[in-house]
T-cell receptor
Framework: GAGVSQSPRYKVAKRGQDVALRCDPI?????LFWYQQALGQGPEFLTY????????KSGLPSDRFFAERPEGSVSTLKIQRTQQEDSAVYLC???????????FGEGSRLTVL | RKEVEQDPGPFNVPEGATVAFNCTYS??????FFWYRQDCRKEPKLLMS???SGNEDGRFTAQLNRASQYISLLIRDSKLSDSATYLC??????????FGSGTRLSIRP
């Protein structure tokens, strides 16, 4: 399809494992965002890319979280040494331009045991 | 204090009723505002933009009051299909797109 694609949709990790979540944005979309959404809460901003440049990573909760978008298209969010509090849905969104409408993927639901 | 705050609800109203939600924001530099809708276990989707002059899209009306730093969403003649969580969103820069916690709406037959 032509929408934002995220994988895996579901991930169960043991505490301490590393995980990698992938986002394939809509082709041609310059801006890419990662959000973390806990149950019953709104999406919380993690990081923002404009093409391959990570312009804002102020929302990453700790240095265990790392995101990249090396060729300005696909992005990966990596979480090292996962903790139980990392359990959430991780949403990726892209937009054609900054301040434009955000198009979200279906999210990756991470459960850390 | 969160940058964008909403009444979490839930609002439980009968079909056909009119319902309104407010959202307040603390960052006066916020430039643009939107309402997104999120269905249970789905991703958020844009519902409508919010303009200072107010805007209407069918049964939905959005208003922005910059002096008091709040935005509102009014839904008239509510339908069962309007049941969802409504997220208030503020843009204060290209990267600072902040979501409220959402207001849950449930329409009963």
């Amino acid at each position: 399809g032509a929408g934002v694609s995220q994988s895996p949709r579901y991930k169960v990790a043991k505490r301490g494992q590393d995980v990698a979540l992938r986002c394939d944005p809509i082709s041609g979309h310059v801006s890419l965002f990662w959000y973390q959404q806990a149950l019953g809460q709104g999406p919380e901003f993690l990081t923002y890319f404009q093409n391959e440049a990570q312009l804002d990573k102020s929302g990453l909760p700790s240095d265990r979280f790392f995101a990249e978008r090396p060729e300005g298209s696909v992005s990966t969010l990596k979480i090292q040494r996962t903790q139980q509090e990392d359990s959430a849905v991780y949403l990726c969104a892209s937009s054609r331009r900054s301040s434009g409408e955000l198009f979200f993927g279906e999210g990756s639901r991470l459960t850390v045991l | 204090r969160k940058e964008v705050e909403q009444d979490p609800g839930p609002f439980n109203v009968p079909e056909g009723a009119t319902v309104a939600f407010n959202c307040t924001y603390s960052n006066s530099a916020s430039q643009s505002f939107f309402w997104y809708r999120q269905d249970c276990r789905k991703e958020p989707k844009l519902l409508m933009s919010v303009y200072s002059s107010g805007n209407e899209d069918g049964r939905f009306t959005a208003q922005l009051n910059r002096a008091s730093q709040y935005i509102s969403l009014l839904i008239r003649d509510s339908k069962l299909s309007d049941s969802a969580t409504y997220l208030c969103v503020g843009y204060s820069s290209a990267s600072k797109i902040i979501f409220g916690s959402g207001t849950r709406l449930s329409i009963r037959p």
